[in-house]
């Protein structure tokens, strides 16, 4: 079956601290994949995505990520975070072949920044 | 800007009452999607619907329904609602054409049914 894993609930940092927050996914071809954030009471936003090409993707805010078919991973990194990060994060995959329009969301990963 | 428009915030609802979640796009597109999000559950789809009055259920469609008259609207209805159902409800559409871009969501609106 489909699915998207965030192995880690809650992350804590400091303020100007690097970031790296997790996803691993389950996909009989190479998905679609998407960061979402999400700040409180609010929807999601999109950070960023990767569906070909370079496997290195750069997003908004200063994030970026790297796709690794041969770790099935997809993590989520920023080089300094800012105290406007604090938010959840949300991975999420969509089957690339027509007909399988449907995210698959990770659990989510609650990012807390510290001074 | 793109927009998903759900048309609450937030809503208190008695058990019971039959309950209606409006979502609007602009966007022109094909897709439309309900889910529920809940701490350490994160997004569960409820229904979603392909192209006007056309729907199919998600993972967890118990205890709900979804109505899509016109390509822009799509409502998700609570029949009879129960406390389970107090949550955070998300709205979003997508383009058949576009699937590489995602999702585009709404606000969301948080549902207390007590």
């Known amino acids: 079956a489909q699915s998207v894993t965030q192995p880690d609930i809650h992350i804590t940092v400091s303020e100007g601290a690097s970031l790296e927050l997790r996803c691993n996914y389950s996909y009989g071809a190479t998905p679609y994949l998407f960061w979402y954030v999400q700040s409180p009471g609010q929807g999601l936003q999109l950070l960023l995505k990767?569906?070909?090409?370079?496997?290195l993707v750069q997003g908004i805010k200063g994030f970026e990520a790297e796709f690794k078919r041969s770790q099935s991973s997809f993590n989520l990194r920023k080089p300094s975070v800012h105290w406007s990060d604090a938010a959840e994060y949300f991975c999420a995959g969509l089957g690339s072949n027509f007909g399988n329009e449907k995210l698959t969301f990770g659990t989510g990963t609650r990012l807390t920044i510290i001074p | 800007d793109v927009k998903v428009t759900q048309s609450s915030r937030y809503l208190v609802k008695r058990t019971g009452e039959k309950v209606f979640l409006e979502c609007v796009q602009d966007m022109d597109h094909e897709n439309m999607f309900w889910y529920r999000q809940d701490p350490g559950l994160g997004l569960r789809l409820i229904y979603f619907?392909?192209?006007?009055?056309?729907?199919e259920k998600g993972d967890i469609p118990e205890g709900y329904s979804v109505s899509r008259e016109k390509k822009e609207r799509f409502s998700l209805i609570l029949e009879s609602a129960s406390t389970n159902q107090t949550s955070m409800y998300l709205c979003a559409s997508s383009s058949t054409l576009g699937l590489n871009y995602g999702y585009t969501f709404g606000s969301g609106t948080r549902l207390t049914v007590v």
């Open positions: 619907s392909y192209d006007v009055k056309m729907k």
């Open positions: 990767y569906f070909s090409g370079d496997t």
